[in-house]
């Protein structure tokens, strides 16, 4: 009997906010499913569809690659900036040759920014309550 062929895939984690979006990617035709849906369902905006697809844009590898990403945590924009996170660093496995092009356009660096916390005395992170003299 012979043994099933396995598939490889590459694997990419990406962070944005709070969310985190775990990236396989396959060579196929150009399938992208974001939590067992269409990426064109799960993101609404178009500004977020054309985020999740900038990687592949970048390195012209459109349709190369089919691509199951689970998503957790944040938003809509956080997921799909998670997304477009790990599927830069997924594509770095697959070839080291892209880190220039992906690495010109900021796809590698992970965007920090986070939610500062709220402080005690005040109505919010910076903001103050109104002072009085009197």
């Known amino acids: 009997m012979a043994k099933p062929t396995k598939i490889k895939e590459f694997l990419g984690t990406g962070r944005r906010k709070t969310a985190i979006a775990r990236v396989r990617l396959a060579t196929g035709s150009g399938k992208i499913t974001v939590n067992g849906r269409a990426y064109d369902s799960y993101f609404c905006v178009e500004d977020q569809r054309a985020m999740v697809v900038q990687p592949f844009a970048v390195t012209e590898s459109n349709g190369k690659f089919d691509v199951r990403v689970n998503v957790v945590g944040g938003g809509p924009t956080g997921q799909a900036g ?6 830069a660093r997924a594509l770095l496995e697959v070839d080291v040759a892209m880190r220039p092009a ?28 109104q002072f009085s003299k009197r």
């Open 102 to 129: 992906l690495k010109a356009q900021g796809l590698l660096t992970r965007d920090s920014r986070e939610k500062e916390r709220k402080k005690y005395g005040q109505p919010g992170a910076r903001k103050r309550f």
């Open 82 to 87: 998670a997304v477009r996170h790990g599927i």
